[in-house]
């Protein structure tokens, strides 16, 4: 099992910046990624960074304004948001791939059921 606390949430202006952090304890991740849900929406993939490969991967609607990074010896995955928009609203959740996990080796996980452990979330409020 593999332990998740997230931090760097809160309350900005449409075209400010946000860094979120979330830490990893436990089992080692073979990835790490972020989802986002909106209140009456399903839990979305934001972005993922895969440790072997250091592959990285954004939904469309983030590219180009957001960042994912990590350090795999720390366990420690970031996502930078810059330019934000009031539909980037959403409290987000960090999410970690530890074996054993469902699916075959892949070069990025986007699926919720790829991942087998979650954060708690975190909200993040984007004003107009």
């Known amino acids: 099992q593999v332990h998740l606390v997230e931090s760097g949430g809160g309350l900005v202006q449409a075209e400010g910046s946000l860094r979120l952090s979330c830490a990893a304890s436990?089992?080692?991740?073979?990835?790490m990624g972020w989802f986002r849900q909106a209140p009456g929406q399903e839990r979305d993939f934001v972005a993922t960074?895969?440790?072997?490969?250091?592959?990285?991967y954004y939904r469309d609607s983030v590219k180009g304004r957001f960042t994912i990074s990590g350090d795999n010896a720390k366990n420690t995955v970031y996502l930078q948001m810059n330019n934000l928009k009031p539909e980037d609203t959403a409290v987000y959740y960090c999410?970690?791939?530890?074996?054993?996990?469902?699916?075959?080796?892949?070069?990025?996980?986007?699926?919720?059921?790829?991942?087998?452990?979650w954060g708690q979330g975190t909200q993040v409020t984007v004003s107009s």
């Open positions: 999410a970690a791939r530890s074996a054993p996990a469902y699916g075959s080796p892949k070069d990025y996980y986007t699926q919720k059921y790829e991942y087998n452990n």
């Open positions: 436990g089992r080692t991740t073979q990835a």
């Open positions: 960074i895969t440790w072997g490969n250091g592959a990285t």
